[in-house]
């Protein structure tokens, strides 16, 4: 009997075993043995980050993603900046405003960054009577209850810019870091959306919005529109 063999082919069987049910644990979501080797989409999957949202009670490598908040390259001039990353869901004009709805996913960083040089004017805050929906009725909040709202009120070069925080019905808590009159700079932080959904950016209608509907935005980075003042 050949010992070395033998004692190798109980370890791998053993591995073999441990890798199967720990797979079976964890199923339908990915094996702890698989997960560092695949992308954040499918290292946590949308179901089971919902569960962890609605529990309050996520895994502690993703909560360890999900606050990850980088340094940004803030590009220097007149212009206007993503205040989220995420994809740039929807540009609409109403009563003489131009709104930009950029769509958050999990896996989206959630730091929220001032679109221009400005002064906080005000911090709105609004509980869970307000409505939530898609595209425009995010905005407008219709169609569905949602827990939270925040609106950062900016006076900038343009007028008077929002930035709005917009929760789903998957996420509680809106941080907002600034107050009013504090002086911003350009792609400076904001707040958080803690397991949030979407940001709307809310600028007078003569400032158009450059970048094509349906890409991704980052916050600090992405230009939204060329000049803030014409």
Known sequence: MNLPVLTLQCCLLGAGGIAVGLWARHFPFPSPVVKPLLPPEQRWPTEQVREWALSGRPDAGFLAFFERDPERTVPPGNDLVAPADGVLLEVFVKGGRRYAVIALSY????????????????????????????????????????????????????????????????????????????????????????????????????????????????????????????
């Open 107 to 230: 896996w989206d960083v959630h730091v929220q960054r001032s679109p221009c040089a400005a002064v906080v004017r005000e911090v709105r805050e609004h509980g869970d009577t307000l409505m939530d929906g898609e595209g425009a009725a995010a905005v407008f909040l219709r169609d569905k209850v949602a827990p939270v709202q925040k609106v950062v009120v900016l006076d900038t070069a343009a007028g008077p810019v929002e930035v709005r925080l917009v929760t789903s019905l998957s996420a509680r808590r809106v941080e907002v870091w600034v107050e009013p009159g504090r002086k911003l700079a350009k792609g400076e932080r904001i707040g958080r959306i803690l397991m949030g959904s979407t940001v709307v950016l809310d600028v007078p209608e003569q400032v158009d919005i450059v970048a094509a509907v349906g890409s991704r935005v980052v916050a600090g980075e992405t230009v939204l529109s060329k000049e803030l003042v014409r």
